[in-house]
């Protein structure tokens, strides 16, 4: 697998193999099967926020969920190379345009507390995930 061996995003190795990534297609699902446009953008756009057309504070959330995720091994089972500066993220700046209470957080702190919680967070992610792996893992 491409992404594994060049520890590089899936989204990267998708579009240079497929054309298209997984984001992308989760969005024509999303529209697809009827969800709102703002969940539609949430999934399509949340590696590339800079190419949504009308950014919400949905689609800037998910993206920095999924940096947390991959900043912390919680994605597809192998290490990338990836490197976040939050403060300047655009979609934390977004953020703190729309909600500037966010200002009051300790960035530092909140990475702290997440480290702290580590443990728990990959159980519930082991236990979400677990039954589908398992799954595969018998058709196989």
């Not at 989760?26 to 697809?32: N, P, Q, R, S, Y």
């Not at 089972?77 to 966010?102: C, Q, R």
Request: hydrophobic share 45%; net charge negative; charged share 20%.
């Amino acid at each position: 697998m491409r992404a594994v061996a060049e520890r590089c995003p899936l989204h990267v190795a998708e579009e240079q193999i497929l054309g298209f990534t997984h984001a992308e297609a989760g969005g024509l699902l999303a529209e697809h099967w009827g969800f709102s446009e703002e969940l539609c953008e949430a999934v399509r756009y949340h590696h590339n926020i800079d190419l949504v057309p009308k950014a919400t504070p949905l689609v800037f959330l998910v993206h920095l969920s999924d940096l947390l995720c991959r900043l912390r091994n919680l994605t597809y089972g192998y290490d990338e190379i990836l490197s976040v500066a939050f403060p300047t993220n655009p979609a934390w700046t977004n953020l703190l345009k729309v909600y500037p209470a966010l200002a009051d957080i300790d960035l530092v702190r909140f990475a702290l507390d997440i480290d702290g919680s580590m443990e728990q967070i990959a159980s519930l992610v082991d236990a979400v995930f677990a039954p589908a792996k398992r799954a595969s893992a018998s058709t196989t």
